[in-house]
């Protein structure tokens, strides 16, 4: 089983920072992929950032610029750096992760969410 454990959340000012990690840990073979998400109160979860094998990286058009995806892969840890945050940024966020583990064929992999944590940014 894998879990995923999000941390770094909290309140900010606008044009603050905050850096948000996600940690996996179980039994991992390998990650392929990580992102971010986020979802405000009444609206659908949309994607932040992503990274994939490789260092690729994929922003959403709203934080380009602003936000930094990352992945430590000795530690199984994403991360997402956020400067210059707005009030429009406050969310939930989320971090999936295409996970192969010890148990799956090393070609197959399934995807898994931590549990949010909250970001506030205050005008």
């Known amino acids: 089983q894998v879990q995923l454990v999000e941390s770094g959340g909290g309140l900010v000012q606008a044009g603050g920072s905050l850096r948000l990690s996600c940690a996996a840990s179980?039994?991992?073979?390998?990650?392929?992929?990580m992102g971010w998400y986020r979802q405000a109160p009444g609206k659908q979860r949309e994607l932040v950032a992503s990274?994939?094998?490789?260092?690729?990286?994929n922003y959403a058009d709203s934080v380009k610029g602003r936000f930094t995806i990352s992945k430590d892969n000795t530690e199984n840890t994403g991360y997402l750096e956020m400067n210059s945050l707005k009030p429009e940024d406050t969310a939930v966020y989320y971090c999936?992760?295409?996970?192969?583990?010890?148990?799956?064929?090393?070609?197959?992999?399934?995807?898994?969410w931590g549990q949010g944590t909250q970001v506030a940014v205050s005008s």
């Open positions: 999936n992760a295409d996970v192969v583990t010890t148990m799956d064929d090393p070609s197959d992999g399934a995807i898994y």
């Open positions: 179980g039994s991992i073979r390998s990650i392929n992929g």
């Open positions: 990274i994939i094998v490789g260092g690729f990286t």
